[in-house]
């Protein structure tokens, strides 16, 4: 099972920028798809977006779409989420995620099999 910590979020204000990275370890996450799911307080996790085993295709939640970026660097076993227009209702605990599968078009939580522990984003308005 790969091992997966989350880090670089913080507290910003409106309109600011933060940028999440997913440190993977253990098995590889290489040829699998990775997400960033976010969980407010008293809300279900909700999907943010996801990107296929290469980096090539990515999606994003409707909410996020045109504010925020997924990237990965499968050298590096990492993975990046740009977040830039942060709004207040964004503020959520934000986990990345290794998928079952290779593509990017799977947005259940059961699709995904490994979790890291989380890391908090704060919006200020």
């Known amino acids: 099972q790969v091992q997966l910590v989350e880090s670089g979020g913080g507290l910003v204000q409106a309109g600011g920028s933060l940028r999440l990275s997913c440190a993977a370890s253990g098995r590889t996450f290489v040829g699998y798809a990775m997400g960033w799911f976010r969980q407010a307080p008293g809300k279900e996790r909700e999907f943010v977006a996801t990107?296929?085993?290469?980096?090539?295709?990515?999606s994003y939640s409707d909410s996020v779409k045109g504010r925020f970026t997924i990237s990965r660097d499968n050298a590096k076993n990492t993975v990046h989420l740009q977040m830039n227009d942060l709004k207040p209702e964004d503020t959520a605990v934000y986990y990345c995620a290794c998928s079952y599968y290779s593509d990017s078009s799977r947005y259940a939580l059961a699709d995904f099999g490994s979790w890291g522990q989380g890391t908090q984003v704060t919006v200020s308005s």
């Open positions: 990107i296929n085993w290469s980096g090539g295709v990515t």
